[in-house]
């Protein structure tokens, strides 16, 4: 059967268990550091706490493929920084080339113009005697004291002067046959910009090209200037100046042929062009290489489908070639440039100098998708620490709150324990009567 129990017995019996109850809550909460250790302890805080902490480790997870997306397109600029370094040796490499330029240049020297006789009758030295020469007249007239003489080039009523380098072509109809001297002839051929001309001391025309071409030089007069330039195209007039009619048929030929200098840059320019295709083939990281054309996917959040946000960086394949660096060599085709060749090393030049830009151009694109990705990595971290901040404000305890809170209910503990004593104490007082 049951026992009576009283009243206040009962009470302070209840009151010690709910005190109790209360006190091992709090020690779990001081122990696990957590007011919401299960969903019976508040269903929405528990499963909200799930939720954003997993968005968290998604998150986490998202960084991972953030940081070595940077590493890859460091590696990519870092690639392009050297390449260009390479570029910058190669435009030195092709500067020493141009400089070495003498040995290029196509040159005559024709026959004297004037003799000694001829410069002690005009009292002037044999280089000013011949400057001052006509260049017309149908025979050759000596100079004097009082005559100053001509080369006998022709006495046509138009003259042409033509001058053809490579694919340029200069003609000019300026001179007179009966009044130009050689002084203006000189003017005429330097006014070209395809060859200079001067008299040297002994009485020579010498001409010399200003690019390594073979250049044309044809003098001619005739009725008409369509006539003296058909003249010129075949040189009658050369011989008057002491050139051959070939130099305008065939041209004047580079004079000693090559460069050495030029021939033994050759390796060292082709030894920088490979070192660029090198460069570009060990740029990549982590299997993805930026300079080889390969595609970069960074994803920044964890949606998928039309939600999904990520940013595609697309690769482009650098290498000598697709730079439009052509190979040094000593012929020129659709692949190599010939070194002895100025205007082919003015193209590599010009070549060199756009590969610049093409870099600078693919090395802000990089540096662009750098920024983007380095913001969403910073702007991930900030959120990972707020979505845990947040989930750990929904069931973490107060620990001072927890253990003040222990404290008053051990206090309290105590006083039911003592209150439920003093009920015994009353209940026992019956026993006296016996």
């Given amino acids: ?140 007239v000596t100079a004097t004291a009082s005559v100053a003489g001509n080369l006998g080039a022709g006495a046509g009523v138009a003259t042409a002067l033509t001058i053809v380098s490579g694919s340029s072509t200069y003609t000019s109809n300026a001179l007179s046959s009966t009044t130009s001297t050689v002084r203006d002839f000189i003017n005429e051929i330097n006014k070209s910009g395809l060859a200079t001309a001067s008299i040297n001391d002994s009485g020579q025309l010498v001409v010399n090209g200003v690019g390594s071409n ?59 062009r490979t070192q660029i295709d090198n460069l570009g083939e060990d740029a990549g990281y982590n299997g993805t290489n930026l300079l080889a054309g390969n595609k970069l996917s960074v994803t920044f959040n964890e949606k998928t489908g039309s939600d999904l946000n990520k940013l595609d960086v697309q690769g482009q394949t650098i290498t000598s070639s697709n730079l439009g660096l052509l190979t040094a060599g000593t012929t020129t085709t659709a692949t190599t440039f010939n070194v002895q060749n100025d205007t082919d090393l003015s193209t590599v030049s010009d070549a060199l100098t756009t590969a610049l830009a093409s870099l600078k151009s693919t090395a802000s694109s990089l540096g662009s998708s750098l920024s983007i990705v380095q913001a969403r990595q910073d702007f991930s971290k900030s959120l990972i620490s707020n979505l845990q901040t947040g989930a750990d404000s929904l069931v973490n305890a107060d620990q001072n709150q927890e253990a003040a809170t222990l404290l008053a209910l051990q206090t309290r503990q105590q006083l039911s324990q003592t209150a439920l004593s003093l009920s015994n104490q009353a209940a026992q007082g019956v026993l006296r009567l016996f």
Avoid at 107 to 121: D, I, P, V
Avoid at 228 to 243: E, H, I, R
């Fill in 214 to 272: 073979t250049v044309q030089i044809g003098y001619g007069q005739a009725a008409t200037n369509a006539a003296a330039l058909t003249a010129a195209q075949a040189g009658t007039g050369n011989t008057a100046f002491g050139l051959a009619t070939t130099d305008y048929t065939t041209g004047v030929s580079a004079s000693g042929g090559n460069s050495a200098v030029r021939s033994n840059l050759i390796q060292q320019f082709n030894d920088l």
């Fill in 1 to 140: 059967m049951a026992t009576a129990i009283s009243s206040g017995v009962r009470n302070a019996l209840n009151s010690l268990t709910s005190v109790g109850d209360a006190a091992q809550a709090a020690q779990q909460h001081l122990a696990t550091g957590r007011k919401v250790n299960t969903a019976t302890d508040n269903a929405v805080n528990y499963f909200t706490n799930i939720s954003l902490n997993s968005r968290a480790d998604q998150f986490t997870g998202l960084l991972d493929g953030m940081s070595n997306a940077v590493q890859t397109i460091n590696s990519a600029s870092k690639g392009i920084d050297s390449i260009t370094t390479l570029i910058k040796s190669a435009q030195s490499t092709v500067k020493q080339m141009q400089a070495e330029a003498t040995a290029n240049r196509p040159t005559k020297t024709g026959t004297a113009l004037t003799t000694a006789a001829e410069s002690a009758l005009t009292g002037k030295s044999i280089k000013d005697t011949t400057l001052d020469k006509l260049i017309g007249g149908a025979s050759a």
